[in-house]
């Protein structure tokens, strides 16, 4: 037993390794260089919305944006807060911080309206319980070709906005 406590010891010497290492190192690893300003790109494409989901990573909460086709238009930015598409209602969302995330696209068919993208809960598009810093996502509306989420967050965090086909991607940093 003396003899593998040395062993460990030893190669925590070796290594570097000392205790609480390994957080400062996830830490490190989690460092962004993504800013909180406003972020937009002009559409080359535009889809229906078919869906929006989160999921929860090690250093990011992730807000998703499907699209039945390609869509690359958005304007995402911090607000006092969130407005409704075509009305300008306000629109209540939770968090210490609100992200207005509009994406160039519709919620429903161009010639009949049916709805491309379908919810139960206005206020609560995904389930956000557990999530480091999402405490709400809720609808604002689509209007014009366009539509948009107020994204409530724990606080005035970096964030990033990718476009992959057939998706928006938002990624909310857990720290700066």
């Known amino acids: 037993m003396v003899r593998t406590v040395a062993l460990v010891a030893a190669l925590v010497v070796l290594v570097g390794l000392t205790p609480g290492t390994a957080a400062a190192q996830r830490d490190r690893s989690c460092a962004v260089s993504w800013g909180s300003g406003a972020k937009s790109a002009y ?42 598409e075509g009305s300008g209602a306000v629109v209540p969302v939770r968090g210490g911080a609100r992200l207005q995330v509009s994406v160039h696209a519709r919620a429903h068919d161009d010639d009949d309206y049916r709805p491309t993208y379908v919810f139960d809960d206005p206020a609560e598009l995904v389930d956000a319980t557990g999530f480091a810093t999402f405490r709400q996502v809720a609808w604002a509306g689509t209007h014009h070709g366009t539509s948009s989420v107020g994204l409530g967050v724990r606080a005035r965090l970096p964030y990033r906005v990718l476009t992959v086909p057939n998706r928006i991607v938002v990624d909310v940093a857990h720290q700066w």
């Open 43 to 84: 559409p080359t494409a535009t889809a229906d919305l078919v869906g929006i989901r989160a999921g929860r990573h090690e250093c990011f909460d992730r807000l998703v944006f499907d699209f039945r086709g390609p869509a690359d238009g958005h304007w995402v930015s911090y607000v006092d807060s969130v407005s409704a």
